[in-house]
């Protein structure tokens, strides 16, 4: 529930220059899979924290909203925080921007070796595979010029 999310935003240059600044279009729940995941899990929440086991530390339910209220409140709370990835992802398709060796679809030199590649966002931490594909970088590299 809600850790594969379907919706997709987009990054867009401004400018050529590099110090232009980049248009970002989050598109948070533009999948209404993503709302619905996202309401099942509030209702997650309310059972554990006002099941028999939590009672001795709760006051009060921060909010009992439904319906519209509810998504509302989803919508305006909804940020994200760290472990961003998929923004630059590897693959074959028209989506794609790296090939499997990180190397920048039509861009002669440039790799990318970070989280970014991943072409969907793990279920658990990033720093793991960003790990391997820091390592798989490095042996391309190697092995690119001659020292392996």
């Known amino acids: ?6 919706s997709r935003g987009s990054i867009h240059l ?9 248009r970002v279009q989050a598109n948070y729940l533009s999948d209404p899979k993503n ?7 509030v ?5 554990i924290g006002n099941g028999a086991a939590l009672r001795p530390y709760t006051k009060r339910e921060h909010t009992n909203m439904s319906g519209t ?3 509302e409140y989803i919508r305006n709370g909804l940020v994200t925080f760290w472990h961003q990835s998929g923004t630059a992802k590897m693959g074959r398709d028209f989506m794609s921007v790296v090939d499997a060796e990180l190397k920048v679809y039509g861009v002669e030199g440039l790799r990318i070796a970070d989280a970014s590649v991943l072409p969907s966002v793990t279920t658990g931490n990033t720093m793991a595979p960003c790990v ?15 020292a392996k």
């Open 132 to 146: 391997i594909i820091g390592e798989r970088a490095a042996d391309l590299l190697l092995n690119e010029q001659g």
């Open 14 to 22: 401004t400018g050529a220059k590099a110090s232009d600044p980049l």
């Open 43 to 47: 209702q997650h929440a309310r059972e």
């Open 35 to 41: 709302l619905e995941d996202m309401k099942l899990g």
């Open 1 to 6: 529930m809600g850790m594969r999310p379907t």
């Open 69 to 71: 209220a509810l998504e």
